[in-house]
């Protein structure tokens, strides 16, 4: 299971977890107790379009300038031994 996160130059956080089922569940929001919306994508595409729309639709966050994070792609499970 992968999640890709991103921070935004508004604060915001988005954030994307793959589910077991390989539909995608999607977030974002100022913090935890924050969070705007928590959804399914069917694909990853779908998530990343999807939940950029969200935060674009929410703060007119209209695109990612050099404040914004890249999205950080890491694995939900702890670092398998080589
Ligand atoms: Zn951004």
Known sequence: MVV???THDNGWTTRID???D???GL???VSAERGMVDSIAPSVEDAH????SWLRAATGHMQCSA???DWDIRSRRT???A
């Open 4 to 6: 890709w996160e991103a």
């Open 18 to 20: 793959e589910r077991s």
């Open 22 to 24: 390989g539909s995608f």
């Open 27 to 29: 977030w974002a929001g």
């Open 49 to 52: 379009r999807v939940v950029m």
């Open 67 to 69: 404040g914004c994070s």
């Open 79 to 81: 670092a398998k031994s």
